[in-house]
């Protein structure tokens, strides 16, 4: 095996998965970030798998997050993970990487590859130069739930998505290549549009070898200058975080908890040291890179356009709104407003009427930047705003033709400017994009120890 590969920050996990009894299409479900407004999502999938085998029960969809009753959510949580390893559900399939091959509601296949990475790399404070960091902004007020979970957990359950800037296609794309020569360990439908999703063990050694040395090249540091023309006080960044980001930084706040109990020796190969990610290349053409829209509820939408108009002609960065007809009208006439690179456009819906705000000479390179700072400012006057990110136009326009809610629709970033943005100017604001839409994102599947 070749040699090296600590300075990579991965490592070929021991992976678990369920028993071939097991109903696949209950077991696996999305991400327990998304459908946050949506509680009748998460209760059509209670109803689906009802009591079967299924990772819903080893997960807190965010949902319940702020209800009461979510500690003892994680206590039953951390039960059923007990549970599922007694009765022999999960299987050890030794040491491997898998392949996955998911086909989108948008896309006929978007690769990745299922690896752990050592959270002693990975670093999601502002300023951080890991080797693993996060892309956009961390809420700490969000962790320790998070933390929470994982504290007296058996086992974790990946749906953070990092990303490799590998225009190339040399890390991920050749295994599909020789994907009929691999073992394939699972190949299912996945609930509620999620698709199809395909699996397959990855463990030769000239494979993974390759992998490796693929690896090795992206980030070798006079490469990495070169492609991004950055000087030498720029860390070298090989996997930026898509998708997933507080809970891997809440894997990170867990093992810092760990590690202080333990020898040197001991935390060379803790288990909690390391947590379970997919790697997918941003120039995948499976992968889109779709806007996160914002609503605020329990809001006076005129007051607060009156308010944001103040804000930001304070900070001398003149703006303006106006009103619209109709949503098309809206879209038509801003779409050219937006190539005016000296103002950014927010387009807003409230009480089924249309608009725009212009906000000229902003502070922020992108719009969510700047529509994110106010909202921060704003949300402090009333402590009963809240603010809610959702994926989908038309779930914004649902929620913000209700009474007290509004809605804000922001423009896609480019994947290609990713890894250049973050490397240059930090972090980005957060929840500046989602690597697809919320039926998209990764499906809770497989399981790894996290405890001695």
Not at 148 to 159: D, F, G
Not at 332 to 340: G, L, N, Q
Request: include cysteine; charge should be neutral; proline fraction near 4%.
């Amino acid at each position: 095996m070749t040699t090296g590969v600590e300075n990579l920050g991965i490592r070929i996990p021991s992976i678990l998965l369920p028993d071939k009894s097991v109903d696949m299409s209950k077991w696996s479900v999305v991400a327990c970030d998304q459908y946050t407004s949506q509680p009748e999502y998460w209760a059509r999938v209670e109803a689906l798998v009802g009591k079967a085998p299924s990772t819903l029960h080893m997960i807190l969809p965010e949902v319940y997050l702020e209800k009461s009753g979510w500690e003892e959510r994680v206590a039953q949580i951390n039960k059923v993970m007990v549970e599922y390893l007694e009765q022999n559900l999960l299987k050890p399939q030794n040491s491997c990487f898998i392949y996955v091959d998911r086909k989108t509601s948008r896309s006929q296949s978007r690769k990745g590859l299922i690896l752990a990475v050592d959270l002693e790399k990975y670093d999601y404070r502002p300023g951080s130069q890991t080797l693993i960091r996060a892309t956009e902004g961390t809420v700490l007020e969000r962790l320790p739930p998070r933390i929470k979970v994982r504290e007296n957990a058996s086992l974790e359950l990946p749906h953070t998505m990092l990303l490799i800037d590998d225009e190339g296609r040399t890390v991920i794309e050749p295994l599909a290549d020789k994907v009929e020569q691999l073992e394939k360990l699972y190949d299912f439908d996945l609930m509620m549009g999620g698709m199809h999703i395909k699996g397959y063990r990855v463990d030769d050694e000239n494979t993974v070898d390759r992998i490796f040395n693929a690896l090795r090249k992206l980030s070798d540091r006079d490469s990495f200058r070169k492609k991004y023309n950055v000087g030498g006080d720029k860390g070298v960044l090989l996997f930026a975080v898509g998708d997933g980001n507080h809970s891997l930084a809440a894997a990170k706040g867990h093992w810092e908890n760990v590690k202080k109990g333990l020898s040197r020796e001991e935390a060379a190969d803790h288990p909690a040291r390391f947590a379970l990610v997919e790697v997918v290349n941003v120039h995948d053409e499976g992968l889109k890179f779709e806007p996160i829209h914002r609503v605020v509820f329990n809001v006076d939408g005129a007051g607060l356009l009156e308010s944001m108009v103040g804000y930001f002609n304070k900070r001398n960065s003149k703006c303006r709104y106006r009103f619209f007809e109709n949503r098309k009208a809206l879209d038509t006439e801003m779409e050219s407003a937006r190539r005016d690179k000296s103002c950014h456009v927010l387009r807003f819906s409230f009480s089924g009427k249309y608009g725009a705000v212009v906000v000229k000479n902003p502070c922020h390179t992108l719009e969510v930047g700047t529509l994110q700072e106010f909202l921060d400012d704003f949300i402090k006057t009333d402590k009963d705003i809240k603010i809610d990110y959702i994926h989908g136009e038309p779930v914004v326009d649902a929620l913000s033709s209700k009474a007290g809610n509004m809605g804000f629709y922001l423009p896609p970033m480019d994947k290609r400017d990713l890894f250049k943005t973050v490397i240059t100017e930090g972090v980005l604001p957060r929840k500046t994009f989602s690597m697809g839409e919320a039926e998209e994102k990764r499906f809770y599947l497989e399981c790894r120890k996290i405890k001695k």
